[in-house]
């Protein structure tokens, strides 16, 4: 879950305290032309795959790193703290003047594909993460040792602003926050439109440090905030940390539904009028309802090498474009409109997914209020020597359209445990919080 071979054409420059290309570890230089690179495979991609010691081509068992565990540093103070700023990047995805890069980027609507743009995203974090690691000591032609995995991300938010496909699309971002061996980064997109910026979407990932071997945690550079600035982004940073870690402990496996949430329940078996009937698969759902088990839909996908990272296990990007198709087509052939994404929140990356699994994904609409329509999307993965399929991630998608939409009924206590979970991550997402003051300004550019 953390790179891939073939991420859309762009170009990333490198702001600092001194002019200097991209770099992560001993100032490894990464090339940024201007104008934007279109070739297929732009020479960026090709120095990331070096700098983690990976040939290019397909073999089914990739080459060892356990050589590499030499240069993992054991404790945090063998490496020098790094600001936010040390981590900065920003890119460009060339639509304007590449016509092919178009073509994928569109959707049959004319408008940018949101499931390509979070792959980028995705790309873009581990980016963000190598940069800021920095090892002096390691030696300029060994590979960087750290593997970096997306470990979550929490919530997307999308605004209004209908992005256009002839149009280049800016993408930037930087560190947040850093553990021992994980770091927290804030991804911002955005398109210039008619001589303004527009925000496109903002998410923050949490990417994990793993050794070479990808068996245990591996240590990454602590920060120390250069200003006032970014020690306010580091206090809300953790902030985030502690609701998150409070949030995982309110999911409904953990946390029976509340007094309220079990009378909501209980109210909608109240209006189906089941307890009339002596065969429950008699009911009915009220006038302007239906059943959950009506609205679900899934695939299964084969998952082939163009699929995969450079540790030959799926790319998260790739999972998060097919459940976000999926969980669009759910909400069209619900609502019968075209709907808007919202938000995406609380992404599980469980474990990874192996280039030869296969993949099922089953998309469930689990709430509905007013104009809005709550999806869940669980993945789950099978091989031939596996007896039963195991789930390797969940996803939260948010739906507006232009109308109220049916009311969605459970039958069963296993979807009544979904309609819960469903109102609860809708009433996350759907609350406003403030906007937090970091190192973006509106053009997604990093503040002096």
């Known amino acids: 879950m953390i790179f891939r071979s073939n991420l859309a054409p762009a170009v990333f420059k490198n702001f600092g305290t001194a002019p200097r290309t991209i770099h992560t570890v001993q100032e490894r230089k990464y090339p940024h032309p201007t104008p934007p690179i279109t070739p297929p495979t732009p020479p960026v991609i090709e120095q990331l795959s070096k700098t983690m010691g990976r040939e290019s081509g397909y073999s089914s068992i990739p080459p060892s790193r356990k050589h590499l565990l030499q240069y993992v540093p054991r404790e945090q103070n063998e490496l020098p703290p790094r600001s936010l700023r040390d981590s900065y990047v920003e890119g460009y995805i060339p639509l304007s003047k590449d016509l092919k890069l178009q073509e994928k980027y569109t959707t049959f609507l004319g408008s940018l594909r949101i499931g390509r743009l979070l792959e980028d995203m995705d790309y873009f974090a581990v980016i963000i993460a190598q940069k800021h690691i920095l090892n002096p000591k390691l030696p300029p032609h060994v590979p960087l040792p750290q593997t970096l995995v997306t470990a979550r991300i929490d ?82 940073a953790g902030k985030r940390q502690r609701l998150r870690q409070h949030q995982q402990q309110l999911h409904i496996s953990k946390t029976r539904p509340n007094d309220d949430e079990q009378k909501l329940i209980h ?26 088990e009506q609205l679900q839909i899934g695939n299964t996908i084969f998952s082939q090498p163009d699929h995969r990272n ?96 049916k009311q969605v009924y459970p039958r069963t206590y296993h979807e009544a445990m979904m309609y819960v979970d469903g109102k609860r991550h809708f009433d996350e997402v759907i609350k406003p919080t403030p906007e937090e003051k970091g190192l973006l300004n509106e053009e997604g550019s990093l503040v002096s």
């Open 267 to 292: 109210d909608l078996y109240l209006k189906t009028e089941a307890y009339k009937r002596v065969i429950h698969t008699s009911a009915t759902p009220p006038s302007g309802g239906v059943w959950m």
């Open 155 to 236: 919530k997307i938010d999308f605004t209004p602003f209908v992005p256009q496909v002839k149009e280049d699309v800016k993408i930037s971002g930087h560190v947040d926050r850093v553990g021992r061996s994980t770091m927290e980064i804030t991804v911002w997109m955005g398109q210039k439109w008619q001589g303004s910026w527009n925000r496109i979407t903002r998410a923050v990932f949490l990417i994990a440090s793993r050794d070479p071997t990808n068996q245990k945690a591996a240590v990454v550079n602590p920060v120390k905030p250069k200003d006032d600035i970014e020690k306010n982004i580091i206090e809300a």
């Open 310 to 405: 450079l540790h030959n296990t799926v790319f998260g990007g790739f999972i998060m474009r097919q459940a976000t198709q999926l969980s669009w087509v759910l909400a069209t052939r619900f609502s019968k409109h075209h709907p808007q994404l919202k938000h995406i929140n609380d992404i599980e990356f469980r474990e990874p997914i192996s280039v030869n699994s296969l993949i099922r994904m089953r998309a469930f609409v689990v709430f509905t209020y007013m104009e809005f329509v709550q999806i869940t999307v669980f993945v789950t993965t099978w091989q031939l020597h596996e007896e039963a399929p195991r789930l390797t991630n969940v996803l939260h998608f948010t739906y507006q359209v232009p109308e109220f939409v």
